[in-house]
């Protein structure tokens, strides 16, 4: 008899779905979303909706193996996990009894979001080994940095709420592409008059159904937020008793924004004065209105001023005391979980006598290539697939390649990187392990049993490390810890919004709404200030309010635009996550192209399918041109990102991405690149 099972999915998302699983004889027939949930509501989006192909496809790891070839050749023999794990800890052990235990670098992200298997029982291991912390900055850390600086604290609209709205800007957010549960919120309010418009370098999915869209040019964003600013002060379209009540530093913020008039927007923008003049007076002027803000915004070298600075909008206008107003960039602040108890960072003390040295992921090139004192010389990958996805990619394959560097990669496909590993071992999908998911996107703590046996040899990442901390003899309790054990951890929190939150519950109920707001009550966290401050205003802080164009800009370095006139955006994939679904074909085929304007493709004599080298001076890769509509004339948009082992040349679009760092939170600037474009062939 088919066996309904549940699990909650691990994917780096702001939906956190739950899933509901038709099994039969242990083997899952059918993977659907949960119509309970009051987010996932029944379906999910195309890519779960395919992931029984990936968790029965003839690619995944089942057994651990030992390199047999050169690093990168991907070539493997099969090994016991006796044998795999004794030679990490044998090598782990003689790297740090040779350069110190910070010769040792953890690299890993959010392959998957559970806390247990993302960042429970890994922490512990390399604090109690003294490795270098890595400094997870490769996603969101602008971001973050931006709206905690706006607000002092990472609370959001709730997305049950947008169905309220009347104005919807979805800025630097392809919500059909990477956030699709927040979409029947938003066509409920459209339903009832709201208007939809989209802010973006490209004209995606969602902006092609949205009510207009204005295209900006890339990194703008911090003048067009000034601007909207001018305009609704100029025109005291501000809500004068929100401000008077609940903010500081108004007086500053009028002088410094009077300069930012629209046509001065408009020149760094390229979005006409007249229409920033008429969106700030449709937005201030709206009520409710709220802004769906997104991590693509602070992907550019002044990413966190341009979410500081958007952050600061519904403060002005005062949109944060209506039900559908506000702002959501993310949510996972409000889930207080005991995070230190489980990472254990005072472990680090045994070995070092101190916290040892911080890496940042974004610069994994300089680290495996530049590093010293000491250099790394060993390197334990999990959750993470660097060689594609790590800017500056040309550097970071260097450092793979290097034979003094062993490597461990935890996978469940053979990536990238995994070809570049001495020891590979076999890490089991979410459908396979107990963990605990908060969620970036909505307020449901969730947990999830395993629903599906593991295949062949695989084991979770909890117990890799588990397994690996018993062969280091770290004899903490703590690493013998259970998932249950972990869990209570985690919930043992003193904040309100956990109360009374049990494992118990979770195991019964599977989803649980932080205790936010009383029940049947929206959540409106800044609606009476409350903002994370010791007065609990929100400060303007105008003085430091600001706007430089990024270096690779069109309105940069003048040299560079000369050499490389083309600003390239390689937004995500809506058809894959990152490099998680690289081994499918049709995922493959979406992130070989380049979509430019008509305008630039006619003038390198490119017609559409034409093969097209892109490049600077960091790199190239080959990628099929796509003429269409989707991007204006200077800029040009991949999505990303591809595995290299499937590309000519073996190369990337991060190939072409820099090492440079955001403004604020040491983030990537994946969209601060400028390029040049040429035909190949006759």
């Known amino acids: 008899m088919p066996e309904i099972r549940h699990s909650v999915c691990a994917l780096d998302c702001p939906d956190c779905c739950a899933l509901t699983l038709t099994v039969e004889n242990e083997r899952a027939t059918r993977l659907r979303g949960d119509a309970t949930h009051p987010i996932t509501r029944g379906f999910l989006c195309g890519k779960v ?16 193996q030992r390199r047999v070839g050169a690093k990168g ?8 996990w006796d044998e795999a794990l004794d030679t990490i800890a044998g090598h782990l052990g003689a790297v740090a009894a040779e350069f110190g235990p910070e010769a040792i670098l953890p690299y890993s992200y959010a392959g998957t979001m559970g806390l247990l298997n993302g960042e429970g029982m890994d922490r512990r291991f390399f604090h109690r080994l003294g490795a270098s912390r890595l400094d997870r900055t490769i996603c969101s850390a602008a971001g973050m940095t931006g709206m905690t600086q706006a607000l002092g604290v990472r609370y959001s609209t709730e997305p049950e709420q947008f169905r309220h709205s009347r104005l919807i800007l979805a800025w630097g957010a392809n919500i059909l592409g990477t956030n699709v549960h927040l979409w029947p919120f938003i066509m409920e309010a459209r339903r009832q008059g709201a208007r939809f418009y989209t802010i973006d370098p490209r004209r995606n999915r969602t902006g092609a159904a949205a009510d207009k869209h204005f295209f900006i040019n890339p990194g703008s964003d911090t003048a067009l937020a000034l601007a909207l600013m001018h305009v609704i002060i100029g025109e005291n379209l501000y809500d004068a008793g929100y401000v008077a009540s609940y903010t500081e ?11 930012w008039t629209p046509r001065r927007a408009a020149e760094l923008t390229g979005i006409a004065a007249d229409e920033i003049a008429a969106l700030a007076r449709e937005y201030a002027s709206t009520r409710p209105a709220v802004i769906r803000l997104n991590y693509g915004v602070q992907r550019s070298e002044r990413g966190a001023m341009a979410v500081r600075t958007i952050a600061l909008l519904p403060a002005l206008t005062g949109s944060w005391k209506d039900t559908g107003g506000g702002l959501q960039l993310s949510t996972s602040q409000a889930f207080h979980l005991n995070r230190p108890g489980l990472e ?3 472990l680090q003390r045994k070995s070092l006598g101190r916290e040892a040295r911080i890496v940042n992921m974004t610069e994994l090139g300089a680290a495996l290539n530049a590093l010293d004192h000491p250099p790394v010389k060993a390197l334990v990958v999990y959750n993470s697939n660097p060689a594609a996805i790590a800017p500056n990619q040309n550097a970071v394959l260097r450092g793979l390649q290097r034979d003094d560097l062993f490597t461990a990669v935890l996978e469940q496909f053979q ?27 909505h307020y449901y703590l969730q947990m999830a049993r395993p629903a599906l046996p593991a295949p062949g040899e695989a084991k979770s990442n909890v117990e890799v490390f588990r397994l690996l901390a018993q062969r280091m003899g770290f004899d903490d309790p703590c690493f013998a810890d259970s998932e249950d054990d972990m869990i209570r951890t985690l919930l043992d929190s003193p904040h309100p919004f956990l109360r009374g939150i049990t494992l118990e519950q979770l195991d019964r109920d599977r989803f649980v709404r932080l205790k936010i707001s009383e029940a049947g009550e929206p959540f409106l966290p800044f609606a009476s200030g409350g903002f994370g401050t010791p007065d609990g205003k929100c400060h303007f802080h105008a003085e430091e309010l600001d706007y430089t164009p990024p270096v690779e800009s069109r309105h940069g370095d003048a040299e560079l635009r000369r050499k490389y006139p083309l600003e390239l955006i390689s937004a995500k994939n809506d058809d894959s996550m990152n490099s998680t679904f690289g081994h499918r074909d049709a995922v493959d085929r979406s992130t070989a192209e380049l979509h430019l304007n008509s305008a630039d493709a006619a003038s390198r004599g490119v017609q559409p399918g034409d093969p097209v080298r892109i490049y600077n001076a960091r790199g190239s890769c080959v990628l099929s041109a796509v003429v269409d509509g989707t991007v204006l004339p200077g800029v040009v948009s991949a999505p990303s990102v591809r595995w290299g082992k499937r590309a000519p040349g ?3 679009v991060n190939a072409l991405t820099s090492e440079r760092l955001t403004d604020f939170g040491g983030g990537p600037t994946f969209y601060s690149c400028l390029v040049q474009v040429e035909r190949i062939g006759d």
Do not use: C, M, N, W
């Open 650 to 652: 073996k190369r990337s």
């Open 73 to 80: 050749e991907g070539r493997f023999h099969r090994i016991s």
């Open 249 to 259: 530093g108004f007086d500053g913020l009028r002088a410094r924004v009077q300069p």
């Open 344 to 346: 254990r960072a005072d």
């Open 49 to 64: 909706a395919q992931y029984l192909e990936r968790e029965y496809s003839p690619g995944r790891l089942l057994y651990p």
């Open 415 to 441: 990536t990238d990187t995994a070809d570049h590993a001495d020891i590979l071992l076999p890490a089991t999908t979410f459908l396979e392990h107990t963990d605990l998911y908060f969620a970036y996107g």
